[in-house]
């Protein structure tokens, strides 16, 4: 059964940092790409940044860029997101998937985590 769990989420003040990290259990890890996506309250769910299966990374939003960094570790079998400089708008549910290639569409996606909240505010 394939299932994707995250953590590592929390409360941080602006200009703070978390290590968010995807673990992944009944598929081989390394074969597929995964993404993080973010949901704001109100908001729609977003792409923030992808690693693919031969670790190119692609970000999604350009607000993270600079600030946010994908990697993956195929012993542990987890992908990360390590966020710094973390402002009030990164405030929302992370959620890590996995699909064949990277894409910005929710729908391609076959398999999410339940999410971790993130909340940046002093």
């Known amino acids: 059964q394939v299932q994707l769990a995250e953590s590592g989420g929390g409360k941080v003040q602006p200009g703070g940092s978390l290590r968010l990290s995807c673990t992944a259990s009944?598929?081989?890890?390394?074969?597929?790409?995964i993404a993080w996506f973010r949901q704001a309250p109100g908001k729609e769910r977003e792409g923030v940044s992808c690693i693919s299966s031969s670790d190119g990374v692609i970000d999604y939003t350009d607000s993270v860029k600079g600030r946010f960094t994908i990697s993956r570790d195929r012993v542990k079998k987890t992908v990360y997101l390590q966020m710094n400089s973390l402002r009030p708008e990164d405030t929302a549910v992370y959620y890590c998937?996995?699909?064949?290639?990277?894409?910005?569409?929710?729908?391609?996606?076959?398999?999410w985590g339940q999410g971790t909240q993130v909340t940046v505010s002093s």
């Open positions: 998937a996995t699909a064949e290639a990277c894409s910005t569409y929710v729908y391609e996606y076959d398999y």
């Open positions: 009944g598929f081989t890890l390394g074969t597929y790409a």
